[in-house]
Each structure stands twice: as C-alpha cells, then as structure tokens.
C-alpha cells in the first residue's frame, strides 16, 4: 500500500517523501544562514597557545557573576584561559577550573536584543552607537583601538550594527526636523498676529489659526 496516513487524510508515499525531503531543505538552509551569520561576526583568536595579548573591554557586572565554576562554585582565574573568540569588541573566554578541571564560557559583554529576533553584545551596539553620533568612521576607530592595544573590530562588524540603528536615526532626525517646522511656523504666525483685541473663539482670530495649524502639522508628524 502505497498510502500512508498523516492527520485525517491519507497521502502518497512519494508525497511524504519529498514533504520530508523539503523540511529537511528548509532545515539545512536555516542552519546555513544561522552559521553564516556567526562567520560574519565571529572572529577567533588565531594563537596556539592562546597567551592573551592587550586589553579587553569588559563589563564588570557581567563578569563578575560569571567568574565562577558552575560544577563546584571555585572562583575562575584568567591564567586557565583555553581559547578566546571574539565578537567584534566582545569576548568569549574558555576558561577551566582549577578545581574540577571542567570548563566555562566567560562572556565580557552582554547581549541586547535587535529586531528580527536577533542579538548584539552591548559593547558592539555601543561603540556602532558613539560611531555614528560623533561622525567617527572604521579607520579612527581602529586608530584609536590600536593605540589602545584593543583588538579593533571589523569594517564588517561595525557596519552590521549601525544598520541596526539607521531606521530609529532616520525616525528621530524626521520628529526633529518637523518640531523645527511647528517652531518655526509657530513663531512666524505670531509675528504676523495683530496686538489688537480679537475674540478667541473666532476663526479669523490668527491665533486660532496658528493653533489650528499647529495642530495639524503635529497630526501628520506622528504619522512618521
């Protein structure tokens, strides 16, 4: 018998078949995009021994909750350090315990999430952040990180993460520009508004004018 059933419905075996073999499609192509992610911002450490060299930027409250061994509680030290990988600005330490001999994630930022159900550590979307407000681009950032002696982070990194922000900058710079508009236009209704006494209610009123445009440019700019 060549039908099998699935739910309250009877379906071919070959239909069966190729719905499998297209979840299994969907399934590898999820885990290819999931893992190309990761390729773009991961870059590990390429030392042997893994001697760690400079300076890290660390968030000490997050650290310090993770500088513990989850298996029997011994504090962790940097000298047991087995591998690093690094996240842009971020680390992640491979550490093993002295005591037990098992081995941890340390974590020198957190993470904050992102729309599409994705994440950055703190410390990226920071840096994307002042880089933007200051006008800063990749190559004074990576200046700066190397006269630090800082691993610097990559033009590649760095661009992922201000994308992130490009939309809520271009939100934010549309409400100022059309605060400035209302301002503005409030300011020159009331240059033109006679001193003389006028009835408020009245629609000739410029006053009335002016809060009705008002009004309506604030109506339309929260449509933004």
Not at 45 to 68: D, F, Q, W
Not at 202 to 221: A, E, G, H, W
Request: charged content about 30%; some cysteine; glycine content about 4%.
């Amino acid at each position: 018998m060549n039908q099998l059933r699935i739910g309250d419905k009877f379906a071919k075996l070959q239909d069966v078949e190729r719905r499998k073999r297209s979840i299994e499609h969907l399934e590898k192509a999820r885990e290819a995009k999931v893992r190309k992610i990761h390729q773009e911002e991961f870059v590990e450490s390429t030392n042997p021994k893994c001697e760690v060299h400079g300076y890290r930027l660390i968030k000490i409250a997050e650290i310090s909750k993770l500088m513990k061994c989850d298996s029997c509680a011994t504090i962790l030290f940097f000298d047991f350090v087995q591998s690093e990988k690094r996240y842009g600005l971020a680390s992640v330490f491979a550490i093993k315990c002295h005591n037990c001999l098992c081995i941890k994630e340390v974590h020198t930022s957190s993470r904050t999430a992102v729309e599409k159900g994705r994440s950055l550590y703190e410390i990226n979307a920071a840096v994307a952040f002042g880089c933007i407000d200051s006008g800063v681009g990749h190559e004074q950032l990576t200046t700066l990180l190397t006269a630090m002696d800082v691993p610097p982070i990559t033009h590649q990194v760095l661009k992922k993460c201000e994308e992130q922000f490009g939309e809520a900058f271009i939100r934010v710079a549309d409400r100022s520009c059309w605060n400035a508009i209302i301002e503005e236009k409030a300011l020159n209704l009331a240059d033109k508004c006679p001193s003389t006494q006028i009835n408020s209610t009245s629609k000739r009123n410029p006053r009335f004018q002016q809060r009705k445009t008002i009004l309506m440019l604030k109506k339309f700019r929260n449509k933004l």
